[in-house]
């Protein structure tokens, strides 16, 4: 099945996005290739792009306290695991600490390298950090394969609170949505949500199918249009009943 997700609110659209460059810069890490290597940085500057505004701690904080507080009151409850739920408590409690204690250091992490400075004010322009404009940076990619994962990974350090509070907020949230099939006829799901209630919706739909959600969403209903794409690109309203799969998170 492939999952598509839509947000229904600005804060989860950033946890999304943030989740989605984190993974991204992983996977370009474990790689060998400078190349590879290049463009963990224009993804690094991607989070930092994102996760640097002032408010998306503060809503974080906000997001992974209410989870506490919910999940407190299930302790001594008998029909809830009490080791599950003290180690989600303490996975909680460490990724609130953490953050915490972050401070501005998400937006210094380049402000305070001279070289990821100059590198970020260079790979915007295109071929901007050829040889010639940045030796310093041509030289590092010189380097072997391990000597420039050590080098990314310490410059990054400072955003593991970020990544971890990201995936703990998102993993909680989909953890609480059931998968439920649903029919879409001649392509087209519509349906009325209780205001406010649910944050993000996972849609699960048969590759076979080559079917494409058209999701829009907010705090008030969902609807969902299926297209299918022809041979150019182009995108055409699917005329057939489908089955999905669909769950709401609150």
Known sequence: ?????????????TYLRLEHLFRRFDLLLQ???AVDHHFCFTTLFEIIEVGGRTDLKTDMLKDLDKHK????????????????????LMRIE?????????????NQLVGENDFLASIRNRISIPGGTCAFDLPAYHSWQQKNNALRQADMRRW??????????????????RDNGVAQKVMAPAGLFQQNLPQ?????LRLFIDPSLNL?????????MVSIR?????????????????SLELALCV
């Open 212 to 220: 494409i959600p058209e999701i829009s969403g907010n705090r008030m």
């Open 156 to 173: 990054t350090e400072p955003l593991k609170p970020l990544y971890s509070s990201v995936e703990l907020l998102l993993g909680l949230m």
């Open 1 to 13: 099945m492939i999952l598509f997700e839509h947000p229904f609110n600005e804060r989860v659209r």
């Open 94 to 106: 460490s990724c609130f600490e953490n953050l915490n204690n972050l401070g501005a250091k998400i």
């Open 196 to 200: 406010g209630k649910f944050q993000l």
């Open 226 to 242: 299926l297209m299918q794409q022809d041979e150019n690109g182009r995108l055409q309203a699917s005329p057939t009943d489908c």
């Open 31 to 33: 790689r060998e290739h």
């Open 69 to 88: 507080n919910q999940l407190a009151a299930y302790k001594n409850n008998p029909s809830v695991d009490q080791d599950v739920l003290l180690e989600v």
